[in-house]
């Protein structure tokens, strides 16, 4: 059984109750992610906030007396550092630039499918995890880490001339296929492949942002959780 400990504690903030519910399935197929609370007004969620800490928040801009944005600036000048990915009809650039300013990790805009909540949850784990291991980054690592780019199919040629070797790609996607869905760690890859762990990760965080592999965190390892990879190519 996972330990309660290694969980992200999340909040949701929404005041549509059905669209509350669904951001509160939807999180619950996230292994990792626990709900403690949800509010569906900005000012009930403050004064919990205020008191309880919480790793992240799901959250809604448009809501009346106290706006998500509202919400977010008051825990940031209480240097809540709180993580946040919004979740918002709001698609105009006023709106989205303050948002950014005030640190959110993603930013989804409703109506959107389940595909991607997923990979904005399966990024923000990822980054997480990453981020904990105390490891040293170079400039492409860095990069990959803060890019939200999703590039078109048009953009790949491009990107492969950036560091990204057709080679090294296919003989991730070849390890990866093996395992028929299998979930294998940067360790895993990186025996099979012969690659080095830092290129393995660089490399998955590439095929992430294509929506070639997906990912998870394992916390069942008693210790530090472990981001493990699978190839879009099957399905659970």
Do not use: W
């Not at 709001?90 to 990790?105: F, S, T, Y």
């Not at 105390?134 to 048009?154: A, Y």
């Not at 890859?189 to 965190?217: D, H, P």
């Amino acid at each position: 059984m996972r330990k309660e400990t290694g969980m992200i504690k999340t909040v949701i903030v929404e005041d549509d109750r059905m669209v509350a519910s669904i951001n509160n399935q939807f999180a619950a197929k996230t292994p990792g992610i626990q709900v403690i609370a949800t509010f569906y007004n900005g000012k009930n969620a403050l004064e919990f906030l205020e008191k309880t800490k919480v790793d992240l928040l799901l959250l809604d801009l448009y809501m009346p007396e106290f706006s998500g944005l509202e919400l977010l600036e008051a825990l940031r000048r209480q240097n809540n550092e709180a993580d946040v990915i919004m979740i918002t009809a709001a698609n105009d650039a006023p709106h989205i630039k303050e948002a950014l300013r005030l640190g959110i990790v993603d930013y989804l805009i409703k109506p959107f499918r389940y595909e991607r909540f997923a990979q904005a949850m399966d990024k923000y784990l990822l980054k997480r995890t990453v981020m904990e291991t105390g490891m040293e980054f170079t400039q492409e690592d860095i990069d990959q880490l803060i890019s939200v780019r999703r590039p078109s199919p048009q953009s790949r040629e491009m990107e492969l001339q950036k560091g990204v070797q057709r080679q090294t790609l296919n003989r991730i996607h070849f390890c990866l296929q093996s395992y028929q869905g299998e979930y294998l760690t940067s360790e895993q890859i990186s025996a099979e492949t012969g690659l080095s762990k830092v290129t393995v990760r660089r490399y998955m965080n590439y095929l992430i942002e294509n929506n070639e592999v997906r990912s998870r965190v394992d916390y069942s390892t008693g210790g530090r959780p472990r981001v493990e990879y699978s190839s879009n190519s099957y399905e659970d």
